[in-house]
T-cell receptor
Framework: GAVVSQHPSRVICKSGTSVKIECRSL??????MFWYRQFPKQSLMLMAT?????????EQGVEKDKFLINHASLTLSTLTVTSAHPEDSSFYIC?????????????FGQGTRLTVV | DQQVKQNSPSLSVQEGRISILNCDYT??????FLWYKKYPAEGPTFLIS?????DKNEDGRFTVFLNKSAKHLSLHIVPSQPGDSAVYFC???????????FGKGTRLSVIA
């Protein structure tokens, strides 16, 4: 089946630094990718929709200047957490669907556990 | 306001018996429903889906039932196996092209 690869799987960073998370579709192309965040014992909350070649669409309450999204190609979207703070510590997950076959389901990356100390 | 609700945070079932996971939703525009399985520190993996034109979809041991009038769906796993132990998320969207809205998940423990 289609594979979405997310990297890194785990990162620890100091408060005030920036962290970049990559999401790649390995065997299909995706014009749209989605970024989710999951806090402990909570559901996956949509942060933003990443659109290839254009600006991302952010959900209400998500700061676009803090969570920078770049979707430079049909197989890669990146999420950069800028000036990270401990409250940004969470599990970040991306998902993508093959844009040529809308009958397929959305596939998810492995997730990135971010810990800001 | 949660649009997708999984009111049972956990469920324990004996191996070989049926597991029934429930999900309710409030958005009448939802047209497409999915179940995902998630292990700790991993992304969700797709299990089974159903569109609003159906009331049942079956795939092996997994069956999803949809009751549109009640805005309720359920996932049945039979027979349950220890490897089924995971967190199960119910998700919904207005179409295949729109983002998924997730419930909080139900942790299923299948006891041998």
């Amino acid at each position: 089946g289609a594979v979405v690869s997310q990297h890194p799987s785990r990162v620890i960073c100091k408060s005030g630094t920036s962290v970049k998370i990559e999401c790649r579709s390995l065997d299909f192309q995706a014009t749209t990718m989605f970024w989710y965040r999951q806090f402990p014992k909570q559901s996956l909350m949509l942060m933003a929709t990443s659109n290839e070649g254009s600006k991302a669409t952010y959900e209400q309450g998500v700061e676009k200047d803090k969570f920078l999204i770049n979707h430079a190609s049909l197989t890669l979207s990146t999420l950069t957490v800028t000036s990270a703070h401990p409250e940004d510590s969470s599990f970040y997950i991306c998902s993508a669907r093959d844009h040529r076959d809308m009958n397929t389901e959305a596939f998810f990356g492995q997730g990135t556990r971010l810990t800001v100390v | 306001d949660q649009q997708v609700k999984q009111n049972s945070p956990s469920l324990s079932v004996q191996e070989g018996r049926i597991s029934i996971l429930n999900c309710d939703y409030t958005n009448s525009m939802f047209d497409y429903f999915l179940w995902y399985k998630k292990y700790p520190a991993e992304g969700p993996t797709f299990l089974i889906s159903i569109s609003s034109i159906k009331d049942k979809n079956e795939d092996g041991r997994f069956t999803v039932f949809l009751n549109k009038s009640a805005k309720h769906l359920s996932l049945h796993i039979v027979p349950s196996q220890p490897g089924d132990s995971a967190v199960y998320f119910c998700a919904a969207s207005e179409s295949r092209n729109t983002p998924l809205v997730f419930g909080k998940g139900t942790r299923l423990s299948v006891i041998a």
